[in-house]
């Protein structure tokens, strides 16, 4: 078992530790993604929200990766030992707008490091607060979580899936080919196999197809918030994953807003209408 104690004390040291980056709001990747999502770029500059991951991207060397597509286990996130890696969620909150040409700085913190063990193997979650600065101000205040698990076991039940809402007053529907992917993690500088690799992802993780990037489901239901309510501004965010989404068949992003107008909820259901993702958008 990888978890003995003192693998759990080395893992728990990674807490508090801190780094720091530098980036500049360039136009290019904005357009791109602006193609990739079937919008017009931002006419005005202005950066919109959780386009900003596309800025501070995971530059290591071919030598650094793993079998995977992922850098090896260490360096600023804790080295777990358990094989997979998945982004589950975040919280976001704006406090000023980033915009093209702006000069920016992320610092980082790992939060916290924790264990679960449970009827699905072991669990490790991480907490990791980024800070986002422009003009020696805080725009964006963003809460990551990432989860490490093992691999599922032969026999092993999957968890029983949660029907989406059906209540949506907005819909769009999403064809995850493989391109849509491919430009995606060409975007964002992720190489990590299971969303462009077939062969790898069918075979050696065992999932039925190429997997859609939780971050790009997140910012497809933040693009659907935009379409329907162009007029408000987006002050927080927050989502967590709740099941894979594959590019097996079209998945559908759905909303409401609140009677108030003030609050979007937010979800993302596959094509047998189980819960995928889910959102919460506050306007202003």
């Known amino acids: 078992m990888p978890f003995e104690p003192d693998t759990l004390e080395q893992l728990a040291r990674w807490s508090g530790r801190s780094e720091e980056q530098h980036d500049v709001v360039t136009p290019q990747p904005m357009r791109a993604l602006a193609a990739t999502l079937d919008r017009a770029a931002p006419h005005d500059g202005v950066l919109p929200p959780l386009w900003h991951w596309l800025y501070f991207l995971p530059v290591h060397a071919q030598s650094e990766l793993g079998d995977d597509g992922h850098a090896r286990r260490g360096g600023f996130l804790p080295p777990v030992p358990l094989p997979r890696r998945m982004w589950a969620g975040g919280r976001l909150t704006w406090h000023a707008p980033l ?18 063990a449970g009827r699905s193997g072991d669990l490790v979650f991480v907490v990791v607060h980024h800070d986002i600065e422009a003009a020696g101000r805080v725009a ?10 093992d691999a599922p076991r032969p026999g092993d039940a999957a968890p029983a899936p949660t029907a989406a809402p059906a209540d949506a007053a907005w819909r769009r529907r999403i064809v995850p080919d493989p391109v849509l992917l491919f430009r995606y ?12 690799d077939h062969p790898y992802v069918t075979q050696v993780e065992g999932y039925p197809g190429l997997i859609v990037h939780g971050p790009l489901i997140a910012t497809l239901l933040m693009d659907l918030v ?13 989502f967590r994953a709740v099941k894979p989404l594959f590019d097996t068949a079209p998945f559908e992003v759905c909303g409401q807003a609140a009677d108030d107008g003030r609050t979007a909820e937010l979800w993302a259901r596959d094509a ?10 506050e306007l202003t």
């Open 99 to 116: 915009r093209a040409g702006d000069a920016i700085v992320r610092r980082s913190t790992i939060a916290s490091v924790t264990h679960k």
């Open 226 to 238: 935009q379409r329907e309510r162009p007029d408000a501004a987006v002050r927080a965010f927050s």
């Open 272 to 281: 047998e209408g189980h819960l995928c993702m889910q959102a919460v958008a």
């Open 185 to 196: 993690s060409a975007l964002t500088f992720n190489g990590h196999r299971i969303h462009y």
């Open 140 to 149: 964006l205040h963003e809460e990551h979580d990432i989860v490490y698990r």
